[in-house]
Every structure is written in C-alpha cells, then in structure tokens.
C-alpha cells in the first residue's frame, strides 16, 4: 500500500515541474504572443510516454501531447536518446494542430538510467507559407502550401543546437529572430524541466515515482469516471455553423451527439460537414483535445491536475474526411479559430444535461496577422494579435468581457505591440449592447481600431461568427453579431471578410470589432439592480434597458 503522503508530494511535485518549465517558457521567449499572450505549454511524461502533469496552459497543445510525444519516441526510440537532445514535429497529423504550433521534447536521465520526458508548445510567429503567420484560409488546399513541416527532428544533440536543421528554419521564416529565438526558449524550458524531472526521481526513487505515477493516472480516471456516474445516463445532439471558409463559400455544419453511459463519454461528430478546400479543418488529435477539455470542465475541473488518466473514459468519433478528421494532405492552419467553436458545440449538447456546468456561446476571438517590412528599419515584421471577445453567459452568473472562454492566452498589451510594430491602436474598448440579453448578461464584444504605418502591409484576417451569432441558452438572446471594417466613417469605408487577406497602405485603419456573448434566462427575470447598474457602467444603453429589460415601464 503506498504512503498518502508520498502520492501527495510526488503528484505535487510533478505538478511543480511542469508549471516551473511553463515559467522559464514565457520568460525566455521572443515573440508578443508567448511572452505576452501566453500561447504555449508544458508537460511532464513518464518514461513509457505517458502524460503525468501539465501546466494549465492551451488545452489544444496539452489535450495533443500525448499524440505527439508517442509519434517522436517512434522515430526516436528511449534507447537511441541523450541528456540535452531535443526532438521537435509539428506535422499536424502526428499532435499538432497546425503548423505554427512547434512541439519539442527532452529525455531526462538519472545518471546512465532514463526516468523520463518533458515537453514544450509554443505557437510560433511564422513557418513560412503564402501569408505572414502561416495561418491563411483562402487559396490553400494542400498542407505543403502552408510552410516548413517537421517530422520528428532532432534540434538540439547533447545539448548543442544541429545548425543545418536551423539554418533550414532561418532560410523559410519571415522572421527568424522570433521564430528561433522562441524555439531556443522551448530549450530552455525543457532544460529546467529535465533537470528538476531528475532530481524528483534522484530524491524520491525510480521505485517511488513509478508507483505514484500508476496511482496518479488510476485516481484520475476513477475521478472523471466517478464525475461522468453523477450525470444520468443521456443522449444528446447539439447543431452550430461555421460561417463559412472564405467569401462566396457555403457554411460549414457542426454536429455532435454525447452519449454518456457506465461512466463513460462518446462524442461523435458523424453529421459534420466533409472537410473543406481550404486551410480551414480540424485534426481529429485537435478535436480529441477539446472533448478532454470539456469532459474536465463538467467533471473534475480544477480539482485534479490534468494528465493522461482523464483522458481513459474519452471517445471520439469522426468519420474520415469530414471537418473534424480531414485525409491528409488537408490544409490546416485556420484551425485557430475553432477552439471554442468546438467547446460551444459540445457545452450545447451538455446544456440538455448538466445546464449549471456550462456557459452560453463566447465572443468569437480574433486572431489577425499583419506582415511588411518596417519603413524605419527596413526589417520585415510580423504583428501577430489576439482580440478576446468574452465569456457567454451561465446558469446564475453573467458572463465576462474581453477574455478567453476556452484558451489560456491573453489579451497582449498594447504599449507592447506598438513599440514592437509600425501600428497605431487608436481604439480598444467594449461594445456597450454587444451582450446577449438574458436574466443573466453575456459577456460584451470588443472593439479594436489598428492604424498602420507602413506601406504594403497584408492582412491575414482569421474570425467568425459574422453570419452565426453565438447562441443563448434557456431564452436568453444571442451576443450581437461580428465585422471587420477597414477605414470606418471615411469616403472609402468598406466591410471585409472574416477570412479574406488583403493589402493596406500606410494610413489604412481596420476596426475589429468582436462578437458578443449569449445570454442565460429571459431577459424580463433580470434583476432591476443589475439592469441600473448596466446602464450605470455604459455596458447597456438606456433604450436597451427599456426595450429589452423593460426598465422604467
């Protein structure tokens, strides 16, 4: 029988490792988006492969680590590895969502003896492609459009960096400074890792550990097990769309039935649309990752680490060829934003069984790329940005603006993006009515106005939720809908599209302008006190007030 105390600081410690890695990750990092936004992640795997800990970071790259990790030990067996190397993929179809997201991996050894791995995500700048970001959904159809694709391969041989292998990443990058400067981080991070990996096992024992990994893994799946037991046994399906993936295209259908029976969870996505001809489909592995998310957030949420137990009572079903499990070489790099696209279709499905336990539709995030050269510097550039709509609303609470439903990154400050970039932000704030109306307010949408001042500069837009309004729940009214306007109140104001990439001048302002979040409950149960402090606060114009909440009537 083994000690309590010993799982508890075991469990503890690998824990501490991953989160002390994530730390070293962020703060070693080069680019906005992992050093300021926090698009990245860390892990902690047993000798065998198997995830114990993570740090609470993106779902995406944790929920397909596991993936990942086994398909670089298939290439790089345990025995054939070293202290200080360092194997990195990011094929899509082996872990990565898309081709920005570089995984990497270390060993850790207690002298001659391997006791285990860590791993790295970071969402790099660029990898090449037709459009800076790598992340374009018009024109590409093929995987090999996309930019530099990596198998597993060694980086780093003992410690030392395999220079052809970065040369390579220099030559095909639009900025290389970010993009090696951040995988010299993702090193760095796995050095702190291995080397606090290998104390643990030095100070506890090979012995110990490998006994509280077993527990650990058993416990947590018991614990999502035991959680799925507490919900009564349901089927239910759930539809949403996806706008479209570019103009003059059709939307694209979501469906997903869940099936939760003998303490367990299938999700199957069989009435999904088929994959489209574009860079906008999802990996199954990018899929699974959220199922295991959602399956956390109804079950044991934040009381259990996450690691690869929770994942045992999980099925995914997709059918070959569809958007949700799209045949290689199906393009990839659009899939950012369906991370809560995905989560929203599952929390609808969840809504018909446990309603307390989950939020009605988010802001749609956007995610827009700028790339040109620097006029003062000459030096390309690449400003790479999150705009984060908020939280839809839940069962007794009202929602939240301007964060992250789903996705641990943050809004990037913008006294760092203009120093970093030839742009002006000339306007950040909330869209007062952008929330869904409801007994309980979804969160507001955001609007961003971005003057640019550089010449030829290309967007690479990358939102939704323009023609599909995020959804309400249980008569609340759904978050107002998105728009992107480039030079809002001029002679030559014009609409673009959610996905478009076009060519701006110096002078040109984009308005972003993110959707709102859906509401819970009938508007008219709202409370009066709630309703004056809205209008208070600015977040509901008096007219709403008296429209929609029927304030002062």
Request: with cysteine; aromatic share 6%; charged share 25%.
């Amino acid at each position: 029988m083994i000690d309590p105390l010993d799982v508890a600081v075991v469990w503890g410690r690998l824990a501490a490792v991953a989160e002390e890695m994530a730390e070293a990750q962020q703060r070693t990092a080069y680019s906005d988006q992992v050093r300021e936004g926090g698009d990245y992640s860390t892990a902690v795997f047993d000798r065998d492969g198997r995830m114990l800990a993570q740090a609470n970071r993106s779902p995406a790259h944790l929920g397909a680590m596991p993936n990942a990790v086994r398909h670089m030990l298939e290439m790089y067996p345990a025995e054939g590895l070293e202290p200080g190397d360092v194997v990195v993929l990011n094929d899509p179809y082996m872990g990565s969502g898309h081709l920005p997201d570089m995984f990497a991996m270390s060993p850790a050894f207690v002298g001659a003896a391997l006791v285990g791995f860590v791993a790295s995500c970071v969402h790099l700048t660029d990898v090449g492609g037709p459009a800076p970001g790598s992340q374009a959904v018009v024109g590409v159809t093929d995987l090999v459009q996309e930019g530099l694709r990596f198998l597993p391969t060694l980086v780093y041989r003992r410690g030392e960096p395999v220079d052809e292998i970065l040369r390579l990443i220099e030559a095909n990058v639009r900025v290389p400074d970010a993009v090696l400067g951040d995988m010299r981080a993702q090193r760095a991070a796995l050095h702190v890792g291995a080397t606090k990996l290998a104390e643990l096992y030095a100070l506890r024992g090979p012995e110990l550990v490998g006994l509280v990994a077993e527990e650990i893994l058993d416990r947590s799946e018991e614990a999502v097990r035991r959680g799925l037991a507490e919900i009564p046994e349901c089927t239910a399906s759930f539809v949403d769309h996806v706008d479209d993936y570019g103009p003059g295209t059709p939307p694209i259908r979501m469906e997903v039935t869940v099936t939760i029976r003998d303490g367990g969870i299938v999700f199957d996505f069989s009435g999904t649309d088929p994959q489209t001809p574009s860079s906008l489909n999802c990996t199954l592995s990018y899929v699974k990752a959220y199922c295991y998310w959602a399956t956390k957030a109804i079950t044991t949420r934040d009381t259990i680490p996450q690691n690869e137990g929770q994942l045992r009572p999980v099925s995914v079903v997709a059918p070959p060829g569809c958007f949700f499990n799209p045949v290689p070489p199906a393009a990839l790099g659009g899939r950012a934003l369906m991370n809560q696209r995905i989560v929203e279709l599952l929390f609808g499905a969840f809504a018909h069984a446990v309603p307390e336990r989950v939020c009605a539709a988010s802001g749609q995030w956007l995610n827009p790329i700028f790339g040109g050269t620097e006029p003062r510097r000459g030096r390309e550039f690449i400003f790479y940005d999150y705009v984060m709509g908020g939280v839809g609303a839940r069962s007794a609470k009202d929602g939240i603006d301007a964060m992250s439903p789903v996705v641990s990154v943050e809004n990037i400050p913008i006294e760092a993006q203009e120093a970093r970039n030839p742009i002006v932000v000339e306007r950040h704030e909330l869209i007062p009515d952008s929330g869904g109306a409801g007994q309980f307010r979804g969160g507001l949408g955001v609007r961003k106005d971005i003057l640019v001042l550089a010449d030829d500069v290309v967007l690479s837009n990358l939102t939704d939720r323009h023609v599909f309004a995020p959804y309400g729940l249980d008569g609340g009214a759904p978050g107002t809908l998105g728009e992107i306007v480039l030079n809002p109140g001029s002679a030559d104001e014009r609409k673009l599209h959610s996905k478009e990439a076009v060519r701006l001048a110096h002078g040109d302002v984009v308005s972003f302008r993110v959707s709102g979040s859906g509401g819970v409950g009938d508007p008219r149960d709202r409370a009066r006190e709630s309703v004056e402090r809205d209008v208070r606060e600015g977040v509901v114009t008096p007219e709403s007030a008296r429209r929609v909440y029927g304030l002062g009537r």
